[in-house]
């Protein structure tokens, strides 16, 4: 099992910037995808998620509007579109993928930081 993140970097405030996170390993379009974000010296949240066939969509209110999660089956990848970013939407991004308390796979993470 391998999940896979890329795309973050600096951005300036106000700019954008899309995450993915490509999967293998497990069977990957039955599972509800997360993303999550850690800032330093704060708790890991839950910033957008997705379930499978992406029926439904759930986004944190920090990030609502701003941020749109999507997912693609036959590329085994979801992805995270951040717009009008902010100094604190700075963290580490992890995708996430769980179906049970027992299949729960993270990726590595991803650093993003949003500085002028």
């Known amino acids: 099992v391998q999940l896979v993140e890329s795309g973050g970097g600096l951005v300036q405030p106000g700019g954008s910037l899309r995450l993915s996170c490509v999967a293998s390993g497990f069977a990957f379009s039955s599972y509800v995808l997360h993303w999550y974000r850690q800032a330093p010296g704060k708790e890991r949240e839950l910033v957008a998620a997705i379930t499978s066939a992406g029926r439904s969509t759930y986004y944190a209110d920090s990030v609502k509007g701003r941020f749109t999660i999507s997912r693609d089956d036959a590329k085994n990848t979801v992805y995270l579109q951040m717009t009008s970013v902010k100094p604190e939407d700075t963290a580490v991004y992890y995708c996430?993928?769980?179906?049970?308390?027992?299949?729960?796979?993270w990726g590595q993470g991803t650093q993003v930081t949003v500085s002028s």
């Open positions: 996430n993928a769980r179906q049970n308390s027992k299949d729960n796979y």
